[in-house]
């Protein structure tokens, strides 16, 4: 649970230094499964935190993004009964994967699509994978 | 498991309800309210920490500019109280004041622009309130909560500002785009609008008074076909940099 916590307040601090959220890495959404996978049967109290979080600073759309949140973790949990996520790349992948449709839905939701949003979304789900599995690594890392 | 579900369905309706009520949503801002002011502090320490040998002749210099802004503040006050006598005398309404604020936090999401402010109901804040920085204007209020308020930034996709040129008086509407730019629309083609020119509120239906400065136009693209032109502003507040605003009360009509 600290380290999902941690993972939140660092997404918000990194979104208060940077000029726009899509320079940020999903790091709400990267804590919520890295703490699902260590305590699945948490999963919902997990979900809800995060999504409620994010609320805070919601204008609109408050009710699809809180449920997308649910979804999220619940399909992590689907997900967890049925392949091995001990392997962090599955880990990974699974993030990006959520965080993708997370954003995707918010694009679609307030109708924002273009080839240039594509784009910014792509960029982040990369920087998403490579803090997760440089936060994976640290943490395996040998003591 | 199958004994858990109902359970499980009946928590998740619960927490549905609960997480999207405004009062819970409210005292989750409250709570946050705290750890956050001290991250930022920390923050704000680690970034100040570099100039520390610097800050000594800074001082300095900063004593030297606030006893010439104290002169300037005596005279000002001086042409103030002229202003009021003359205000009185053409029965114009009192210059409207202020609330400072500190910027809380700002949003995760990337479609949605708003940051969260650490004043609200219990401070004097209202729904529409405007806010603005020394720069320019930076949004309104949308959301008021005891002790926070949630505001819309005019780079929001949701934003709608009824403005005008200040050079040539063209009136439009600057809508946001979540790209951190904004567009003046609504603007004939042969409209005169030349880049660079400041765009000010217009003062027009909204709760932001007439004259805020919104920003700089960046380039403009006129359709001859649909008679119509778009210009690219560049918002006049950096955004992306909010540490203290101030909060104006919205304009009434």
Request: hydrophobic share 55%; with cysteine; aromatic share 8%.
């Given at each position: 649970?600290?380290?999902?916590?941690?993972?939140?307040?660092?997404?918000?601090?990194?979104?208060?230094?940077?000029?726009?959220?899509w320079w940020v890495p999903d790091l709400t959404m990267a804590g919520?499964?890295?703490?699902?996978?260590?305590?699945?049967?948490?999963?919902?109290?997990?979900?809800?935190?995060?999504a409620?979080?994010?609320?805070?600073?919601?204008?609109?759309?408050?009710?699809?993004?809180?449920?997308?949140?649910?979804?999220?973790?619940?399909?992590?949990?689907l997900v967890m009964s049925h392949w091995d996520v001990e392997d962090p790349r599955l880990r990974t992948a699974l993030i990006v994967l959520a965080s993708l449709a997370?954003?995707?839905?918010?694009?679609?939701?307030?109708?924002?699509?273009?080839?240039?949003?594509?784009?910014?979304?792509?960029?982040?789900?990369?920087?998403t994978a490579l803090v997760v599995l440089c936060l994976q690594g640290w943490r395996n890392a040998p003591a | 498991m199958r004994e858990v579900r109902p359970s499980l369905i009946l928590s998740l309706l619960?927490?549905?309800?609960?997480?999207?009520?405004?009062?819970?949503?409210?005292?989750?801002?409250?709570?946050?309210t705290l750890p956050l002011t001290g991250i930022k502090f920390v923050a704000r320490l680690l970034v100040a920490l570099p100039r520390v040998p610097s800050l000594a002749a800074e001082n300095a210099s900063l004593r030297d500019r606030l006893r010439q802004c104290q002169l300037e503040l005596a005279q000002a006050r001086e042409l103030a109280r002229h202003h009021r006598e003359a205000d009185t005398l053409l029965h114009l309404p009192a210059a409207r004041e202020g609330l400072v604020a500190a910027v809380m936090g700002r949003s995760t999401m990337p479609t949605q622009h708003t940051v969260l402010l650490n004043r609200g109901a219990r401070h004097g804040l209202s729904l529409d309130s405007v806010i603005v920085d020394e720069a320019g204007v930076i949004g309104r209020v949308i959301e008021v909560q005891p002790a926070t308020c949630l505001v819309m930034l005019l780079t929001?996709?949701?934003?709608?500002?009824?403005?005008?040129?200040?050079?040539?008086?063209?009136?439009?509407?600057?809508?946001?785009?979540?790209?951190?730019?904004c567009a003046f629309t609504y603007v004939a083609a042969d409209a005169d609008l030349q880049e660079g020119d400041r765009i000010v509120t217009a003062g027009l239906g909204g709760p932001f008074p007439k004259g805020l400065l919104l920003g700089t136009v960046e380039h403009i693209e006129r359709d001859v076909l649909s008679g119509s032109a778009t210009a690219s502003v560049i918002p006049a507040a950096r955004l992306s940099r909010l540490e203290e605003v101030l909060c104006l009360p919205p304009s009434t009509h």
């Open positions: 649970m600290g380290r999902f916590i941690g993972c939140l307040v660092l997404h918000q601090l990194l979104a208060g230094f940077s000029p726009s959220p919520l499964v890295l703490a699902i996978v260590e305590t699945p049967r948490r999963w919902l109290t997990l979900s809800i935190l995060a409620t979080f994010t609320l805070v600073w919601a204008a609109r759309d408050v009710l699809p993004l809180f449920v997308g949140w649910l979804l999220a973790g619940g399909a992590t949990r997370m954003s995707s839905a918010a694009l679609w939701l307030a109708d924002l699509w273009s080839l240039e949003r594509v784009g910014w979304l792509l960029v982040r789900a990369l920087m | 619960v927490a549905i309800a609960l997480a999207v009520h405004p009062p819970v949503r409210a005292a989750f801002a409250t709570v946050l929001d996709p949701d934003s709608r500002v009824a403005a005008l040129v200040e050079r040539s008086r063209e009136t439009g509407l600057l809508v946001g785009q979540e790209s951190g730019r």
